[in-house]
């Protein structure tokens, strides 16, 4: 199939694209590098020898938009682009909701005049908000506490509508929980511009000496080692979840909303140590007061994507840990 992937130069749209094209599909990326870099681009081709499609451009102008979906004779489009930073949409939420939301809405309008149907969205666990009870599932209530959040609620939302109205649209709203690890040629990783607030990718910063040492927000909540605990996915299990989706939807019309983690979860100090075994190295780090907002604890319920899509995490916490080290330690070179 062509597969258009918005957003596809990315930490998990360039993962995605790799596994794509491994597996016989026709790859597009579309991104306006505002958080990539061009040389993502290469990587892919490199690790797949594949040729793989490029256009330079926001998802916000539609008729570009729609002209590459008909020009690559797109079948289905994996919406990835967006803004990610969790603080920054509180204190930029128009921005957020211009990008996101408006990006989104954009999307839909280019694919209905090019007649494409059949769409996996980037969603997010932050739909959820404070846990009610854990795991969560699919039926959680939801109600997100940030505005990068309710972006990605907004858009759910907006998905499901659009596909009562017309029952032909084969929609998947994937929920991710926390994305970590690299492709195993250490050629493609996270590499967020700026300073990083997610933990593997400040783990990373310290490694390579941008950041003197990892400060741990917290060893005073209610969990076995005091830090907190998260549902981290290796990003190629990831991949393999949007490649489940494309497939299952061929017969599945409607909008379906799917949990994407491993099911578990596990701690800072937990990370920490599988890191520190994979790459032999020390990590300089203190124990400071909590994040604001930050939970104890979350991680999937992730059945339903085991039973109706036939996928489910398989790589470990040390797989991600030596992926992330490998890919750590070629971006030093
Ligand atoms: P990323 O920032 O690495 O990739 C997003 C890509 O989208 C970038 O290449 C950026 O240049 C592009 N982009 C942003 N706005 C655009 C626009 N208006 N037009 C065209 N391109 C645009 O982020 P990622 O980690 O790969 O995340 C991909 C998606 O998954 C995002 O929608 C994100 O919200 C979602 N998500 C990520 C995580 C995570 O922890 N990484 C967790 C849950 C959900
Ligand atoms: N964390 C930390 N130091 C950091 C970044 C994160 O101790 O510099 C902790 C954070 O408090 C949380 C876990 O690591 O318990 C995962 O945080 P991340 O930001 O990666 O994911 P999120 O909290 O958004 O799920």
């Known amino acids: 199939m062509n597969i258009l992937l918005t957003g596809g130069m990315g930490y998990i749209g360039s993962h995605t694209a790799v596994l794509l094209a491994n597996t016989g599909h026709q790859v597009h990326i579309y991104d306006n590098l505002c958080n990539s870099s061009p040389s993502t681009l290469e990587r892919i081709q490199k690790i797949t020898s594949k040729d793989i499609g490029f256009t330079e451009g926001d998802v916000r102008d539609t008729e570009k938009l729609a002209d590459v979906l008909r020009k690559e004779k797109i079948g289905a489009v994996i919406h990835l682009a967006g803004l990610k930073a969790v603080g920054e949409s509180s204190q930029k939420p128009i921005e957020y909701y211009a990008n996101n939301v408006q990006g989104s809405i954009s999307l839909i309008q280019a694919m209905q005049s090019a007649g494409i ?22 039926e959680h209530p939801t109600k997100p506490t940030n505005p990068y959040g309710r972006n990605k609620l907004q858009i759910e939302d907006m998905l499901r509508d659009l596909s009562v109205s017309d029952k032909e649209w084969k929609i998947s709203c994937l929920r991710y929980f926390n994305p970590v690890g690299a492709h195993e040629s250490g050629h493609i990783g996270e590499d967020p511009n700026g300073i990083p607030n997610n933990l593997m990718p400040v783990i990373g910063q310290v490694v390579n000496g941008i950041l003197p040492s990892l400060n741990i927000f917290g060893n005073d909540y209610d969990t076995p080692d005091g830090t907190g605990k998260r549902d981290y996915i290796h990003v190629m299990d990831l991949a393999e979840g949007h490649l489940a989706a494309l497939v299952w939807l061929q017969s599945n019309p409607g909008c379906h909303n799917f949990n994407l983690g491993s099911g578990d979860s596990y701690s800072v100090l937990d990370l920490l140590y599988h890191f520190e075994q994979a790459s032999g190295l020390k990590i300089p780090h203190q124990v400071v007061g909590r994040r604001p907002g930050d939970l104890p604890e979350y991680y999937a319920k992730a059945d339903k994507a085991e039973k109706l899509l036939g996928w489910k995490a398989k790589k470990t916490l040390s797989d991600i840990c030596s992926s992330s080290w490998l890919w750590i330690k070629s971006s030093k070179n």
């Open 117 to 138: 149907n059949t769409l996996v969205f980037s969603s997010s666990a932050t739909v959820y908000g404070d846990p009610i009870y854990l795991p969560y599932d699919e």
